[in-house]
C-alpha cells in the first residue's frame, strides 16, 4: 500500500504566497510522474502541475509563471509553491503520483487533498 499525504494549504491573502507538500511512503519501487490537480466548488478536477522523474515539469495556462512544482526523489515528496495567489486559485488541491512497487507496475495514487483559499 501507498499513501500520499498532503499538507500546506490554509488561507492566505490574494498575492499572498503558500507551499503545499506531498509525502509518498509505504511500498515503493519507483515514482513516475507527479501532479497536482485542484477542484474549485462546483468545478471539474483540473490538472495544475506535471513533473516528470527527470524534472521535466509542465503547466495549466492560468499558474504558469506563478505557480511552481518541485520533487526530492530521495525524501519521495513533491512541492507546488504557489506565488501571487488570487481568489479564483481558492479550491481543494489534491497530490497525484504513479507509483511503481515492482518494477514496471505503475499504478496512480491520490492524496486525500488540501483545501487553499485565497480571500481578504
Known amino acids: 500500500q501507498v499513501q500520499l499525504v498532503e499538507s500546506g494549504g490554509g488561507l492566505v491573502q490574494p498575492g499572498g504566497s503558500l507551499r503545499l507538500s506531498c509525502a509518498a511512503s509505504g511500498r515503493i519501487f519507483s515514482i513516475g510522474d507527479m501532479n497536482w490537480y485542484r477542484q474549485a466548488p462546483g468545478a471539474r478536477r483540473e490538472l495544475v502541475a506535471t513533473v516528470t522523474s527527470g524534472g521535466s515539469t509542465n503547466y495549466y495556462a492560468s499558474v504558469k509563471g506563478r505557480f511552481t512544482i518541485s520533487r526530492d526523489n530521495a525524501k519521495n515528496t513533491v512541492y507546488l509553491q504557489m506565488n501571487s495567489l488570487k481568489p479564483e486559485d481558492t479550491a481543494v488541491y489534491y497530490c497525484?503520483?504513479?507509483?511503481?512497487?515492482?518494477?514496471?507496475?505503475?499504478?496512480?495514487?491520490w492524496g486525500q487533498g488540501t483545501l487553499v483559499t485565497v480571500s481578504a
Open positions: 497525484n503520483a504513479y507509483v511503481a512497487a515492482a518494477p514496471g507496475n505503475y499504478v496512480s495514487v
